[in-house]
């Protein structure tokens, strides 16, 4: 095959070939880009291995994701079937397994690739049902993609059109697969779903970590029975200085009943996750255990170096008044918990609790103690313990500037203290998540721009002055940062979110332009990064804009999956959900709101949960909630136009037509491009029918301002 040209592509050399394929490179004439061909392997030429192939290709170029390998094209030649795939640079990861087993924090690092892209399939319908290493290329930037999609399954739910093919292929769910790394459901030929795919991951990790798979057999026959019916090797047992969390994450995930395994693509990435962050925090621990502060200092700047869009924060032990083992260790427990949920914030970089705990003692300042840890922004509380009531107050303060940014006081009454220790540090990481994106918004890094800081500035642009010039400085910046850093994903997501809000608020002199850039940029952003939760959250907002609706549920859902305290993609999620869902998702976005609201009553983006929800207020007939929603919107953001609208709504359905012309007359001073015309094109991209606009426009209507149907 190799010199052969077949079609326009030129063939290569061969490399590799497998049970049931054979691959080489080869270049595309017409687009001048090199590209992996494979081809049925002699041994593979049945009519089911056909369809199989077939099938990889159809499966595969559904998905859309860097973790997974892209299909190009398909095609024939000389009677044999072929599919053109990304030519993907790198290393097998069987390769990379040593004896001994993978560093730790790459393993983690490869299997939250690996969620991350499955997690895209699962959402699609797909099931790999073929994970293993064999599969799997990590190229030298440390990569994961995610191979041969040949025995991926859907489910007949997902594809009700093709069932017939579906059980021919599948044999009626017979076992096909790699026995070393199946399900127990799917090596017995039971109906498998995604979860059987988290069954596989957990093999593939525990063999990055330790060099063996976690069942054991002399035979096929008897790795199946181990598989179903063995206990698998404890991972503590190989690697005794890997963490409990870790081991127990694997348990969970190799549970022989489905029922009982982790539910989720989207749960293991953020039980990962959460480990990763441990891992790092033992990295610092064993870096700086016993060395002077000089050495500590040293240490932790040249960990902080890289630059970052996220705010630094250190977490200092809660301090027990009156003292006492019962208070202290509740306190101790309490910073643990803390830090656990701020590191769930997709804004917020909080330090190690093992860096920091060298600044516990109290004989260095806040101001030394911030410098040496790389940190800004220094969260303290005290705690106050009796028999039946727990009172924290905490305090967050700018060691640079030597102020206090932000305090509250939490209550627990009674109940189990871990129960309150995880209550009270839920609430206090939502409380400084919001105190935070305030403060980020008006504390911008001086000195030299880098793309971080260039979106730090460009959300504040907007924060200061959400108006014409607020959004088209913005956008100048982050048009700034992409030419500084062109593969940062944040700033695509936020370019989106900029050019949809100019759009939205009649800013833009060629609306579609803007529109189809917002699109393409959050589809840019999302391809660079697709599970940093900043970026799902913008891409979110804009999928809501553009009549993406299930995409944009979807995307806000993995969001929260990822990062529980991301309170603004939890408002974009109550958006898309009470303004198309019915009086279950209302239901859902007003319980939504109603926590953020009540909750985080100092957030910045109050105005617009206030607004979301007198949106789902006009749809269920709750005029009078929904007119005080609109009002308090205005009043906290007066210059945010489509509030306005809202409210001028909200007086119209109430009766009060005088002052809704009034607030309209503000709307078209601020904005001379406003227009019934473009409001309800706005306003039907978002809420995607004609019954579901309605409601936003019936008061205006009544008002006399626009003209009914």
């Known amino acids: 095959m190799t010199g052969q040209r077949i079609g326009p ?37 049945s009519l089911e291995a056909r369809k199989r192939f077939l099938r990889e290709a159809q499966t595969a170029s559904a998905l859309n994701h860097p973790g997974i390998v892209t299909i190009h094209d398909i095609g024939e030649h000389d009677g044999e079937t072929y599919i053109v795939m990304e030519l993907v640079a790198g290393q097998s990861l069987r390769a990379l397994i040593s004896p001994g ?82 399900s127990p459901e799917q090596s017995m030929s039971r109906a498998v779903d995604h979860r059987s795919d988290i069954f596989s991951l957990a093999i593939v990790l525990h063999e990055m970590l330790t060099g063996d798979r976690p069942f054991q057999g002399k035979s096929t026959m008897e790795l199946i029975f181990e598989i179903n019916r063995g206990t698998p090797v ?9 963490t409990w969390s870790l081991e127990a994450l694997l348990l969970r995930m190799l549970e022989k009943n489905p029922d009982d395994r982790i539910q989720s693509m989207p749960m293991v990435r953020a039980s990962l996750a959460a480990i990763e962050r441990e891992l790092q925090h033992r990295e610092v ?74 600044f516990e003692d109290g004989s260095s300042s806040l101001e030394v103690a911030s410098r040496v840890l790389g940190v800004s922004y220094v969260l303290t509380g005290t705690v106050r313990h009796s028999r039946d009531r727990v009172r924290v107050l905490c305090e967050v303060a700018d060691t640079l500037r030597g102020t206090q940014l932000w305090s509250h006081s939490y209550q627990s009454s009674g109940g189990d203290p871990f ?65 500084v850093s062109p593969d940062y994903g944040p700033a695509y997501a936020y370019l989106g979110v900029f050019l949809q809000q100019r759009v939205i608020n009649g800013f833009s002199e060629d609306p579609e332009r ?47 999956e990822i990062a529980e305290f991301n309170l603004v993609a939890w408002g974009y999620l109550a958006l898309a959900l009470g303004w198309t869902g019915g009086e279950k998702e ?49 009043e906290r953001q007066p210059q945010f136009l489509v ?21 309209v007359g503000t709307v078209m001073a601020m904005s001379s491009g406003a227009s019934q015309q473009l409001y309800i094109r706005e306003l039907t991209y978002v809420a995607g029918t004609t019954d579901r606009v309605r409601p936003h426009i019936a008061g205006l209507i009544a008002a006399g301002i626009f003209q009914g149907e």
């Open 285 to 358: 621990e064993a870096a700086v255990a016993g060395k002077p502060t000089a050495e500590v200092e040293q240490f932790v700047r040249a960990r902080e170096d890289a630059p970052s869009s996220k705010l630094a924060l250190a977490v200092l032990r809660f301090r027990a008044v009156p003292p006492g083992p019962e208070a202290e260790a509740f306190a101790d427990g309490l910073a643990a918990e803390t830090i656990q949920a701020l590191g769930g914030v997709p804004h917020i970089r909080v330090a190690s609790r093992l860096a920091a705990s060298h």
């Open 234 to 242: 404890r991972l503590r047992e190989a690697r005794p200085d890997l």
């Open 101 to 182: 087993g993978m560093d730790p924090g790459t393993a983690v690092s490869h299997a939250i690739q690996m969620a991350d892209a499955l997690a895209v399939a699962h959402a699609a319908g797909i099931v790999h049902r073929d994970l293993k290493p064999g599969n799997l290329i990590v190229t030298a930037e440390g990569r994961v993609k995610i191979l041969d999609f040949g025995l991926a399954m859907f489910s007949e739910e997902d594809d009700p059109n093709n069932a017939a093919t579906h059980t021919q292929l599948t044999a009626a769910n017979a076992f096909i697969g790699t026995a070393a790394y199946v």
């Open 643 to 663: 509030g306005m609208l809202s409210y001028a709504n909200a007086l119209g359905l109430t009766g009060r037509h005088a002052e809704a012309l009034e607030v």
């Open 586 to 634: 209302m239901d859902e976005a007003q319980s939504i709101c109603d926590r953020l609201i009540l909750k985080t009553s100092d957030h910045p983006s109050i105005p617009y949960w206030l607004y979301f929800q007198s949106g789902i207020c006009f749809r269920q007939g709750k005029y009078d909630k929904g007119l005080d929603c609109a009002r308090r919107c205005v």
């Open 9 to 45: 592509y030129e063939v290569g050399e061969k490399l590799g070939e497998g049970g049931m394929g054979v691959v080489y490179c080869a270049q595309d004439t017409r687009l001048r880009r090199n590209v992996a061909l494979k081809f049925i392997s002699g041994q593979g030429q």
């Open 514 to 560: 803007d529109r189809a850039e917002a699109l393409g940029s959050v589809e840019r952003a999302l391809q660079l990064d697709p599970s940093d939760a900043e970026i799902l959250q913008n891409a979110g907002l804009v999928f809501i804009h553009q009549s993406r609706t299930e995409r944009a549920i979807g995307v806000l859902r993995r969001c929260v």
């Open 419 to 483: 129960d309150a220790q995880e209550e009270i540090a839920r609430s206090i990481a939502a409380g400084v998540s919001g105190a935070l994106l305030t403060i980020g918004a008006q504390h911008v890094p001086s000195g030299k721009p880098n793309a971080p800081a260039l979106v730090r500035r460009a959300h504040r642009a907007v924060f200061a002055v959400y108006s014409r010039s607020g959004i088209a400085q913005a956008t100048a910046l982050i048009r700034e940062a992409i030419a």
